[in-house]
């Protein structure tokens, strides 16, 4: 266990630092504690209000400069609010932590609060608020929470309701930040390629001089024990029921806390400790099992809230679109008993604490991550190391689970509630919505114009004799992390569309050796995941583990791969799933936008302009023998992409791939590729309107170049400075920041074996629409017809830079990099792409390739508004 630094300066800032120089990267993060728990009513959201106004600018800091700082040093910056805390963070070259001190230190006090800028930061916020009340299941979290605690602040959203965020003077705003930041009232964490002692050295030097402030006392109300179940019906449009149920449980340091941990990973699947879970468990968890395999849900979740006070244990249910909420309810009532009454097995205990301790394992393999949950420990109350707390659950009994599960979660306890689709909202909105954390949605970037020679191995690369392809970068981690791509996606559909992406939700749950129930218990016995699906490109397979069972985890994989039987019963269970999975989908108004304007761009039916699951009519139809068809003509060796992060030898990862995958007979011919995009002729316009929503999402989209083509750089980082250069880049400046018509505004570039295209995206209220389209369009032509200035060229280096060293770091980007570059004709180490394509660029180069593709008068334009 590598050791951590603690300490305490006078001015009572505490100080964690833990050292891992696997990547030259620190992740620091500042935790103050005020969250939602500290307001009262008719003030909530001023602890996530405050957060935004904190990247607005201090005494000595401009507004924009505090973002833009933080993207010279090439980081990757964002801040969040919760219940009990709220953290600003930046994940930057371990050398540059010098600025992520700088800023911190200044606008821990210093912060202005300009009235304009509230003014602005006000409206951002409120459509925030509306992508909240877009989505149904966080009406209905937000509703059961205000009814579950009948005194404690739990019970106010963490963005706050509407009316209070409209009200709030910047003159309260003011006061609670006087109140609530100062170093006495902070914690400094950092992980990375630090020098603890000369780390410290530099804390003090920032820090150390900050005068404390007073800490007014937080009296916090004492919930009441609950005397009966409460429940709440919400009819608003949805595309299927949900059922969910809030049970307030205890403190995340209460000796019951892991105990009901374990539960939580007996009934759902086990997770880590914190936000993060690296792995996909749970399919031999004994609520999957009764619902989702019993044909009753199309999905189980839940979350075992770790708050500083009585924090939920919140039960998901997502019910298919006939679906039976009273059976539901009796189901999740009946496995809950039997857990209060008897207690587990030993082997089922085992199982779970083993996992819990996997997902720990499994959600720190990066600085940042590492670093969250240290910090999240500590402003808990726990001893801030990961793996001692992981460890600590084997200490937990069966007779523990049974106790905590009769004590905690009988249903006088809870409140339930019922989201029942209707085809339109009641006329006056009775419910609003969300709960948890509300972190600003900055898009990670790439890393600086000062190039590094790679401090690792370059990536492997083996071609297999039956024709599979095996990429893999050595790094001495404790788990396996790998991805398979097969050819086999939604192009391959031909005319029976969501074909593909069955297939791929199939392919785990049975084979010619063992039925899905034993296949489950496998995995789960080791906390192996394994799971699989279908995009438009591409069916992906992608497995953790721990480093010992690595041979097993490839057995398992190639097993599936080759020997999948698509068992009737488990595609009618994945088929159900499928449809319900596509009526969510069709209802949410980002994806109902970019479905549209991709549908401009490359023509109706086109892979990219349909959802890979398909369409429910066609769905319905698909039958067992239409999956072993497709499986028979699309899986084969010399289809397969296998890209790995391991502390393996790549010959020993090669020679076990290829034992496995021997005798596998080559894949059929591939459906006849589609057309590229089409550039529009003018600003080419489709709409949707969708009833239930109060957001509009709006896409603007052009065809674009292939990375590796002339122009490929050059745009790659046109877009870097449009959509995300210091946070969102120009476009967010305009939209969001100088003009505050939306909650995000930003672009992105989407390359795929089929085209390549651009896209401007934002989220806006509808009486905002027409001024942000003509926005985003000034942009356009801003930067079009003038290229970007030299500083903003020099800032996305860095920015660019930043992100490369933190897709060395993070085992799941790299195997996204791998993946990418291979397709794309790139180099695969990340580094070795950055000196050669984006180190070279001039502010010429990129205008040049900025006006040649970004015309503000040719796009197509996806429109997805309230009904």
């Not at 957060?51 to 401009?62: D, I, P, S, W």
């Not at 199939?506 to 084979?511: D, E, P, S, V």
């Not at 083509?709 to 946070?727: N, Q, V, Y």
């Amino acid at each position: 266990m590598t050791a951590l630094l603690s300490t305490r300066l006078d001015n009572g800032l505490e100080v964690l630092i833990r050292r891992r120089p696997e990547a030259p990267l620190a992740s620091c993060w500042i935790w103050y504690a005020v969250g939602s728990r500290h307001e009262r009513p008719g003030l909530t959201g001023m602890a996530h209000f405050i957060e935004h106004l904190l990247f607005k600018g201090t005494e000595r800091l401009a507004v924009g400069e505090i973002s833009r700082r933080l993207s010279r040093a090439g980081a990757q910056h964002n801040a969040y609010t919760w219940l009990d805390f709220t953290t600003y963070f930046a994940t930057l070259p371990a050398g540059e932590v010098g600025v992520f001190f700088d800023v911190e230190a200044d606008r821990m006090l210093n912060a202005t609060f300009d009235p304009a800028e509230v003014e602005r930061e006000r409206t951002v916020i409120l459509s925030e608020r509306d992508g909240y009340d877009n989505h149904p299941e966080t009406r209905l979290d937000e509703g059961l929470t205000a009814v579950l605690y009948q005194n404690h602040p739990y019970r106010q959203p963490v963005i706050g309701w509407k009316p209070d965020i409209a009200a709030v003077s910047r003159d309260a705003l003011y006061a609670h930040y006087v109140a609530s930041y100062g170093p006495n009232r902070a914690r400094l964490v950092l992980v990375g390629d630090l020098d603890p002692a000369t780390t410290l050295a530099q804390v003090e030097r920032f820090f150390g001089s900050l005068p404390p402030r007073a800490q007014p006392p937080q009296p916090t109300p004492e919930e009441p024990e609950p005397i009966t179940e409460r429940r709440l019906a919400l009819r608003w449009p949805a595309p299927a029921p949900l059922w969910q149920a809030l049970y307030p449980t205890v403190p995340a340091t209460h000796p019951d806390f892991l105990p009901l941990l374990v539960a939580d990973a007996i009934l759902t699947g086990a997770k880590a400790l914190g936000f993060r879970s690296g792995a996909r468990l749970g399919t031999a968890s004994r609520l999957y099992r009764r619902l989702v395999v019993g044909g009753l849900a199309a999905r189980v979740a839940s979350f075992p809230a770790p708050t500083q006070g009585p924090g939920p244990w919140t039960l998901s249910v997502t019910a298919h679109p006939d679906g039976d909420l009273a059976a539901i309810e009796a189901a999740v009532d009946d496995e809950l008993a039997r857990l209060a009454a008897m207690p587990p097995p030993e082997d089922e205990l085992a199982l779970a604490t083993r996992a819990i301790r996997a997902q720990v394992a499994y959600a720190t393999q990066t600085v940042a991550n590492l670093a969250e949950l240290i910090g999240m420990l500590a402003q808990l109350g726990y001893e801030p190391l990961p793996e001692a707390v992981a460890a600590a659950v084997a200490d937990v009994s069966a007779e523990d689970v049974s106790r905590v599960v009769a004590r905690y979660l009988p249903p006088q306890r809870r409140a339930v509630g019922w989201l029942v689709p209707v085809p339109e909202p009641p006329r006056t909105e009775s419910l609003v919505a969300p709960n948890g954390s509300t972190a600003r949605q900055a898009r990670p970037a790439a890393a600086p114009n000062v190039v590094v020679a790679p401090q690792r191995a370059a990536p492997a690369r083996r071609q297999l004799a039956n024709g599979t392809l095996l990429l893999h970068v050595r790094r001495p981690l404790a788990v396996l992390r790998l991805t398979a791509t097969i050819s086999a996606g939604a192009d391959q559909d031909g005319e029976r569309v969501g074909l593909a992406a069955l297939a791929a939700r199939t392919l785990l749950r049975g084979t010619s050796r063992a039925d899905f129930a034993e296949l489950s218990q496998e995995r789960e016995e080791l906390a192996l995941s394994l799971t699989a699906r279908a995009g438009s490109d591409d069916a992906l397979v992608q497995l953790s583990c721990l480093t010992d069972d690595a041979r097993t985890g490839l057995r398992l994989l190639a097993e599936a791969l080759r020997a999948a039987t698509f068992p009737t019963a488990q595609v009618d269970l994945m088929r159900a799933e499928q449809r319900t999975e596509l009526a969510h989908l069709l209802d949410d108004t980002q994806r109902r936008a970019w479905l549209a304007v991709s549908t401009l761009l490359y023509g109706e039916g086109h892979p990219y302009a349909r959802p890979s699951q398909g369409r429910d009519d066609v769905l319905a139809r698909l039958v067992s023998e239409d999956l072993a068809a497709f499986h028979g003509t699309h899986y084969g060796p010399d289809r397969l992409l296998v890209a790995v992060v391991s502390a393996h030898e790549t010959d020993a990862l090669a020679d076990w791939l290829a034992e496995e995958l021997a005798d596998w007979r080559p894949a059929g011919p591939r459906q006849p590729a589609p057309g590229g995009p089409r550039r529009p002729a003018g600003l080419e316009r489709a709409e949707v309107a969708l009833s239930g929503k109060e957001q509009a999402d709006v896409v603007l989209a052009t065809p674009a170049p292939a990375p590796a083509s002339a122009d490929g750089p050059g745009l790659e980082l046109a877009d870097f400075i449009l959509g995300r250069l210091a946070f969102m880049g120009r476009l967010g400046e305009r939209v969001r920041e100088r003009d505050g018509l939306a909650y995000y505004a930003s672009s992105s570039l989407a390359h795929g074996r089929h085209g390549h295209h651009w896209v401007a995206y934002a989220g806006v209220a509808p009486a905002n629409l027409e001024r942000a389209v003509d926005g985003i369009r000034a942009v356009l032509r801003d930067f079009a017809g003038g290229g970007p200035r030299a500083d903003e060229v020099d800032d996305a280096k860095r920015q660019r830079y930043g992100a490369m060293a933190r897709t060395l770091d993070d085992p799941e980007r790299l195997l996204e990099w791998l993946i990418f570059a291979e397709r794309q004709g790139l180099d695969r180490d990340p580094a070795a792409d950055f000196a050669a394509r984006v180190a070279p660029l001039t502010a010429d180069v990129v205008g040049e390739a900025a006006a040649a593709w970004l015309d503000a008068d040719r796009l197509a334009l996806g429109i997805a508004r309230p009904a």
